[in-house]
C-alpha cells in the first residue's frame, strides 16, 4: 500500500567533510545523479550516506549486480558491483559509473516508496541477540530485534539508513515508512557457481554461460580457509537450526561441547543454508549484512540472508560450485 507521508518527516541535514550537503529525503535520492558520482574516492569517509550512492545501490541491486547492504556509502563492495555489472554487459571492466553503465542502469522507476508497517512486521520480535553461542541455544528462535531491522532486510537496507530516511517514525502498525526498493528476487537455473576468493564475490551463472548474478562474499579467512576447487550442491535449508561442534570447526568463546542453536536470521549461518557436498562447508545468510567482505568468516561462503535466498531459489542439488581465486568480475 503506498502512501504519502508529511513533508515535515522528510528532511534529514547531513554534511560531508563539515560542509552542509543536500537533505537525505526521497525526492534527493530519487532526482540523483549517479553520473555524479566519482569511483575514486576521498580517503576521508564521509559522516553521512549519499543520496547518488543510495540511488546507485539500488540500481545494480535491481541489475543483479548486487551491493550487499544499501547503506548510501560508496565502499568496495559498490566499486565490485560496478565491476560485475559491466562483466554481465560485456562492457570494459573498471568499476567506474561511466557514460555507458549510468545509460544501461538508469531506468524511471522510483528508488524510494511509502511503506505501511503491518500488525506482521511487529510479530515474532526478540529482545536481544546474545553474542555466546550457548546463551543462543537457550532461546527459542533468533529473530530480529525490532521492525526497523525486520524491515530494513527485507528492502536490502542498512538499519541506520532506514532510521535517516524516517527520522521521526516510531515503526508501529499503520506508519507509513520510506523504503528503498530493490526487485523482486530474480528467477532462474543457476548451472554453475564460482566463489572467488581473491575479489570476495560470488558467480552465478546460467547454462548457456551468461552471468545471472553477483554477489560480494565473504569467503573464509586466514585461519579459516575456505576449500579450494570444485564441489557441488547437496541441498538447501530454509531458516536451520544451526549445529555447533568445537570438534569440527572452530571455537566460540568459552563453549567446548555441542550446541544446538535455533532457527531465525539472525542465527550463525541467517536465514538459509545452501548446503555442499565438502562436510560441514555451505553458502549461507549472515545476521550482520553490513559485515560481508568486510571481516572473515570460519571457512564457508557468507552473504547477505537476501543475497542468500535469492541464489538458494536458483539452485538445485548436484549444481558446481567452483572455489577459484579469480574472477572475470574483477576490476583491472
Known sequence: MKTALPMSLLALVFTVDGVAAQELRREAINAASIASIVAERSTKAPADPDPAVVRLQVLLDRAGSSPGVIDGFYGENVRKAVAAFEAMNSLPVDGKTDPEVVSRLEGNTPIV????????????????????????????????????????????????????????????????????????????????????????????YAENGSLLTVYPATIGSKDNPAP????????????????????????????????????????????????LTEPTYGI???????????????????????????LAGMVKPGVLVDFVSRSPAAPK
Not at 284 to 310: F, M, Q, Y
Request: overall charge neutral; glycine content about 8%.
Open 228 to 275: 579450494s576447487g570444485k564441489h557441488k550442491v547437496k541441498g538447501v535449508a530454509r531458516m536451520p537450526v544451526y549445529r555447533y561442534d568445537p570438534g569440527l570447526n572452530f571455537r566460540q568463546g568459552k563453549n567446548n561441547k555441542v550446541l544446538t542453536i535455533p532457527k531465525g536470521p539472525n542465527g550463525p549461518v541467517g536465514s538459509v543454508w545452501i548446503d
Open 284 to 310: 549461507h545468510g549472515t545476521p550482520e549484512p553490513k559485515l560481508i567482505d568486510k571481516v572473515g568468516s570460519h571457512g564457508c561462503v557468507r552473504l547477505t540472508n537476501w543475497d542468500a535466498e535469492e
Open 113 to 204: 516508496e511509502s511503506y505501511v508497517v503491518s500488525p506482521e512486521d511487529a510479530t515474532g520480535l526478540v529482545d536481544r541477540i546474545p553474542e555466546d553461542y550457548d546463551e543462543k541455544a537457550k532461546m527459542h528462535r533468533l529473530g530480529y530485534t525490532s521492525v526497523e531491522e525486520k524491515l530494513s532486510e527485507r528492502f536490502h537496507m542498512d538499519v541506520d539508513l532506514m532510521k535517516a530516511l524516517n527520522p521521526a517514525s516510531r515503526f508501529i502498525p499503520g506508519d507509513a515508512v520510506w523504503v528503498v526498493t530493490p526487485d523482486p528476487a530474480k528467477e532462474g537455473t543457476v548451472a554453475r557457481i564460482e566463489a572467488s576468493k581473491t575479489t570476495g564475490q560470488v558467480l552465478a
